[in-house]
């Protein structure tokens, strides 16, 4: 199984804080890495598919980049509503695989 | 708008079978794969396996021997088999549409399982 690693597995910041988040994949996954948002209580909602394409409706401070095995997820301007987990998961290979999470969390 | 329902028993007993449905309305479901991810309470994410249309389906090797995805194309509706649970297997259980970039676009709001007897 590719092992997907996430750090930090948890953060606190601000309001109006730029927040980046890595995730490592155990080997080469090309583009396909996608970042989820799961507030609690609720299913996960996906922000990024193949690396850095925005799902629709996503807030263009949202950001993905990366290749091969070292991705990020950034967040330009942490709102109110950011405060949340968030997950990486390849799509290179089955079986899909999950980061750990990072809790976003107010400071 | 595309939406997907799970339903089920919230409680099995140790060493029986889990049976869960997703529903899926507002698109044919037809056109995409589907997939079933559990989250254990407080833990991450696990992928469990996925169908398409036509029935071809891929598992996790993790829980294959236990396991049986389905679609009735008719109903619009897939299926999730697991048998011989036990607590390891409480979790909430999502059902989820694939994009055509594969990840998963589209959610249930998942079903709380738990195995205790």
């Known amino acids: 199984d590719i092992q997907m690693t996430q750090s930090p597995s948890s953060l606190s910041t601000s309001e109006g804080d730029r927040v980046t988040i890595t995730c490592r994949a155990s080997?080469?996954?090309?583009?396909?890495l996608n970042w989820y948002q799961q507030k609690p209580g609720k299913p996960p909602k996906l922000l990024i598919y193949?690396?850095?394409t925005l799902q629709s409706g996503v807030p263009s401070r949202f950001s993905g980049s990366g290749s091969g095995t070292e991705f990020t997820l950034t967040i330009s301007s942490l709102h109110p509503e950011d405060f949340a987990t968030y997950f990486c998961q390849q799509s290179f290979k089955t079986p899909r695989t999950f980061g750990q999470g990072t809790k976003v969390e107010i400071k | 708008q595309v939406q997907l329902q799970e339903s089920g028993p919230g409680l099995v007993k140790p060493s029986e079978t889990l049976s869960l449905t997703c529903a899926v309305s507002g698109v044919s479901i037809s056109n995409y794969f589907w997939s079933w991810i559990r989250q254990s309470p407080g833990e991450g994410l696990e992928w469990i396996g996925y169908?398409?249309?036509?029935?071809?389906?891929k598992y996790n090797p993790s829980l294959w021997s236990r396991l049986t995805i389905s679609v009735d194309t008719s109903k619009s509706q897939f299926y999730l088999k697991l048998t011989s649970v036990t607590a390891a297997d409480t979790a909430v259980y999502y059902c989820?549409?694939?994009?055509?970039?594969?990840?998963?676009?589209?959610w249930g709001q998942g079903t709380m399982v738990t195995v205790s007897s």
């Open positions: 193949a690396t850095s």
């Open positions: 989820a549409r694939h994009n055509y970039d594969k990840a998963f676009d589209v």
């Open positions: 080997q080469s996954i090309s583009n396909f």
């Open positions: 169908i398409s249309h036509s029935e071809s389906a």
